[in-house]
């Protein structure tokens, strides 16, 4: 068990490019050094088994080094980066964090231990299995941050089948399931994780044409940043095979566009969830929003509309809130769907739905006409409490070049009217300048 598949593999492939880091290539038989390394430097700090170890990184070599000397030791993990800087007293708090591991832009590390024992009943539950853990913090965008606590023992294993070798970009997070996912994949089939030190259209497209990267994980919102920079203009993406997409509903309109600036590439929309994990899936066509999920070791079924998870790889709960499983093991996702045949359609989440008089409206359609509309360069629909129909929908547009509210509002609606119902149609309008989107590229949406 642990990573011994992993070193298998680096060892078949020591000379093979693992880490791009600043420009610099580091090998595979550099990470089993570094592995030693970090081995020895555990030993040295006494660092045992089941010790809350906090990992503050980005992707470098040595994050991605120590992350797997870590989980061979069996402690338990938990990656914290500069996207929750604001919240990192209360994470250490609610993780009861042991012992942190700071990286910094060098990738030197500094240890420092904290005068805590850490003793909730999940913790007590791995270091009885002797297996190592990782704790993962949800966005908390509407609402307190949940910590959710893996065994990484089932988290490694969906990794030991072996599967396409490719050169990816690490563009989600170091504290993000998708981050972790992209990473493990990588290294467990002999790929290549290039890093990137800014998450910006234009970086990111250098870093596929200045290291033939043909993988791209990323979200809707990059998506349609890199269609309104028009990076793909100026960067050569002809090694790009493949962009998988996920955290939040992609617009309809933006995948098209998305697909007609990039022919040659394919389009994959991906689910996971920090409880359960990624799924396997599968899109209709790159330029369907219909997608089919699942894989071994996942199961699932929809109740009442939504979506609900079985997984062999799910959290074994969280640190701060109650269980969110269902008496038999049904993790409730919360995410609206329709279905036909084996693809479902995922609509967003039933928290962000918009009630209009009995109506439900979701609003990733609405943004995804608006999108279409000129002079738009970003869009964000919520609803807000009205006292005859419960509640009105409202769009926060952000423009591409000045107009007069009155003209664009005026615009807006006539647009809207001709490919929505009227109850979809935005009552409310208002125009912003500041980005509408988190660090971690996922739009910031009110619940009212």
């Known amino acids: 068990m642990g990573i011994e598949f992993l070193c298998d593999v680096f060892q078949q492939h020591a000379s093979d490019e693992a880490v791009v880091w600043k420009d610099e290539s580091y090998t595979y038989g550099w990470l089993l050094e570094q592995l030693d390394v970090w081995r020895n430097r555990l030993d040295e ?3 045992e088994p089941g010790t809350v170890t906090m990992l503050e990184a980005d992707f470098s070599p040595s994050a991605v080094a120590l992350f797997l000397a870590l989980a061979e030791r069996g402690c338990i993990l938990v990656p914290l980066t500069e996207a929750v800087q604001g919240k990192r007293g209360e994470f250490i708090e609610i993780a009861e964090g042991e012992v942190t591991v700071q990286i910094d832009a060098d990738d030197h590390a500094m240890i420092r231990r904290f005068d805590r024992k850490a003793e909730h009943p999940i913790y007590a539950e791995l270091r009885l299995a002797g297996h190592p ?46 981050g972790i996912n992209t990473m493990l994949y990588t290294l467990a089939n002999a790929g290549c994780l290039v890093t990137v030190e800014k ?31 028009e990076a793909y203009k100026r960067w050569d ?15 309809e309109s933006t995948l098209k566009r998305f697909c007609e600036v990039v022919p040659h590439v394919r389009l994959l929309q991906t689910y996971g969830l920090s409880e359960v994990g990624i799924l396997r899936s599968k899109s209709k066509s790159s330029d369907s929003l219909w997608v089919k999920i699942g894989g071994e070791g996942f199961e699932t079924r929809i109740v009442d509309g939504l979506l609900e998870i079985k997984a062999r790889s799910a959290m074994l709960g ?25 693809y479902l359609l995922i609509l967003g989440r039933k928290s962000e739905m918009i009630n209009v008089g009995g109506e439900k409206v979701f609003p990733a359609e609405v943004e ?7 002079n738009v360069a970003d869009v964000t629909v919520h609803g807000q409490k009205n006292p005859i129909t419960g509640q009105i929908v409202c769009a926060r547009v952000t423009l591409q070049e000045h107009e007069e509210k009155k003209d664009f509002t005026r615009r807006l609606k006539a647009f809207c009217r001709e490919l929505l119902a009227p109850y979809k ?15 971690r590229f996922k739009r910031m949406r009110q619940v009212d």
């Open 45 to 47: 700090e006494q660092i």
């Open 133 to 178: 853990g990782l704790v993962l913090f949800s966005s908390g965008s509407t609402g307190k941050s949940k910590a959710a606590v893996h065994d990484l023992e089932p988290l490694l294993d969906k990794f030991r089948v072996p599967r396409k070798k490719m050169r990816s970009i690490s563009f989600l997070l170091y504290d993000h399931i998708g």
């Open 199 to 229: 998450r910006s259209p234009d970086a990111v497209l250098k870093a596929i044409q200045q290291h033939r990267v043909e993988l791209l994980p990323t979200s809707p919102t990059f998506v349609n940043l890199i269609l309104l920079s």
């Open 237 to 251: 993406l002809s090694t790009l095979t493949t962009v998988t997409y996920g955290t939040e509903p992609m617009p």
């Open 318 to 342: 969280y640190l701060n809130a109650p269980s969110p499983f269902t008496e038999d093991g049904w993790f409730k996702t919360g995410d609206a769907v329709k279905q036909d045949g084996e």
């Open 368 to 374: 995804s006409v608006i999108q279409q509309l000129d």
């Open 425 to 439: 149609v935005p009552v409310k309008t208002t125009i912003v300048e500041d980005a509408q989107h988190s660090s």
